[in-house]
T-cell receptor
Framework: GDSVTQMEGPVTLSEEAFLTINCTYT??????LFWYVQYPGEGLQLLLK?????DKGSNKGFEATYRKETTSFHLEKGSVQVSDSAVYFC?????????????FGKGTKLSVKP | ETGVTQSPTHLIKTRGQQVTLRCSSQ?????VSWYQQALGQGPQFIFQ???????GRGNFPPRFSGLQFPNYSSELNVNALELDDSALYLC?????????????FGEGSRLTVL
């Protein structure tokens, strides 16, 4: 079945460092891809999305490009801030199962030190 | 615009007890999904409700049940609680049941089963 694999965390960076969180997926067809973020003590919120191959989603300085050839959707940010400390989830819709079902990766915890 | 709200935020139960968790969907949203997030894991889909009917279910036993009300708010009921049911339970709403993958999450209800 469809699945999402994220790099294992936790990731600890200093402020202003470059961030990459890897995400690869297995799916039938070409689904939309998503990054969700969960700040401490909060629910998940959509960070960015891409709906087709070669699309680049971006928000709050984060970017991710939908790479069909490598089935990847890596999250990047050029200069992280302490406020970016959170858990990041890569996700794709599960069209093969029930509607509205998002398949999430296990999450990557990012800690940014001042 | 009111976001997704969940109650209670925290609760402690003992094995064998029953629990009811509540969710108010975001204004204008008629579809509610429930997810279970174990510590250090990604959210796992429990079920979805659309216009008061269950519209899909993940791999959870029948002791996990739900309701959706005419105002689109929802309840998650878990009977015969087990220790492994300890988790953060997330409610998410969306504008309709079409699987766009864009969900709006509440902050969750953290259940501890002793």
């Amino acid at each position: 079945g469809d699945s999402v694999t994220q790099m294992e965390g936790p990731v600890t960076l200093s402020e202003e460092a470059f961030l990459t969180i890897n995400c690869t997926y297995t799916a039938t067809g070409y689904p939309s891809l998503f990054w969700y973020v969960q700040y401490p003590g909060e629910g998940l919120q959509l960070l960015l999305k891409a709906t087709k191959a070669d699309d680049k989603g971006s928000n709050k300085g984060f970017e991710a490009t939908y790479r069909k050839e490598t089935t990847s959707f890596h999250l990047e940010k050029g200069s992280v801030q302490v406020s970016d400390s959170a858990v990041y989830f890569c996700a794709l819709p599960n069209y093969g199962g029930s509607q509205g079902n998002l398949i999430f990766g296990k999450g990557t915890k990012l800690s940014v030190k001042p | 615009e009111t976001g997704v709200t969940q109650s209670p935020t925290h609760l402690i139960k003992t094995r064998g007890q029953q629990v009811t968790l509540r969710c108010s969907s975001q204004s204008g949203h008629n579809t509610v999904s429930w997810y279970q997030q174990a510590l250090g894991q990604g959210p796992q889909f429990i079920f979805q409700y659309y216009r008061e009917e269950e519209n899909g279910r993940g791999n959870f036993p029948p002791r996990f049940s739900g309701l959706q009300f005419p105002n689109y708010s929802s309840e998650l009921n878990v009977n015969a609680l087990e220790l492994d049911d300890s988790a953060l339970y997330l409610c998410a709403s969306s504008r309709d049941r079409a699987n766009t993958g864009e969900l709006f999450f509440g902050e969750g209800s953290r259940l501890t089963v002793l």
